[in-house]
């Protein structure tokens, strides 16, 4: 494939844990409750669920502990739980020890708010059998996971607030971009596309591609 249409928030998303800007905190929570997964001993809530806005690094972080630890990520997306054979499917995955090629699992069910519908209840009930039966961790996202409905989530797993991102934050990604991909932009332009965002870093780096390619 060739580099240029390779979207740059899949070529330049975290490798490493600590590659994840500006979300300290919420590394000092997941990293030890992660760990003690690998340790053989799962903590007292077997999922964790990271909430804050769009772009802030929730999934990001996910991707990057499953590189560093050589875990292999089964993603699923948590409007997918609307259907009985991706429910079972995810569940089969849950229960089993390994996968194919020996290696430990971590399970990322994205974006949990989306099921708060009454339609979703059978859904948010399956997540809650598959926290129950998992013999792996599960992390959960979430913009907002204040709705009535999710509070049985929110018991179940261990809740891990992300900060939005602030504007030097974003900005410093978008110049290691830039000197990356060996294009010139004035610190003022990466500012107005940072302030654009507001913290969303997957926004930035999307509006910096397209105006560099529309300008290349």
């Not at 739980?81 to 194919?100: G, H, P, W, Y």
Request: glycine share 6%; with cysteine; hydrophobic share 40%.
């Amino acid at each position: 494939m060739p580099t240029r249409v390779l979207p740059w928030v899949i070529k330049y998303r975290p490798k490493r844990i600590a590659d994840v800007v500006d979300q300290e905190q919420a590394k000092k929570l997941f990293i030890p409750w992660l760990q003690q997964w690998l340790r053989g001993r799962p903590p007292e809530k077997k999922a964790v669920l990271f909430y804050g806005p769009a772009g802030c690094g929730k999934t990001s972080l996910v991707e990057a502990a499953a590189h560093e630890y050589k875990l292999e990520l089964v993603e699923m997306n948590a409007s997918d739980f609307r259907r009985k054979e991706d429910i079972e499917r995810i569940a089969k995955v849950a229960a089993t020890q390994m996968s194919l090629f020996g290696r430990k699992k971590i399970i990322l069910l994205d974006e949990v708010d989306g099921i708060s519908g009454t339609a979703d209840k059978g859904g948010l009930d399956a997540i809650l059998e598959l926290i129950n039966h998992t013999k792996h961790p599960i992390v959960m996202t979430a913009n907002d996971p204040w709705d009535q409905k999710l509070k049985p989530l929110r018991d179940a797993a261990l809740m891990i607030p992300f900060n939005r991102l602030p504007e030097h934050a974003v900005i410093e990604v978008l110049k290691r971009i830039c000197e990356a991909e060996r294009i010139y932009c004035e610190r003022e332009a990466l500012a107005v596309i940072a302030k654009r965002s507001e913290g969303d870093l997957r926004s930035a780096i999307n509006d910096l591609q397209a105006i560099a390619e529309g300008y290349g």
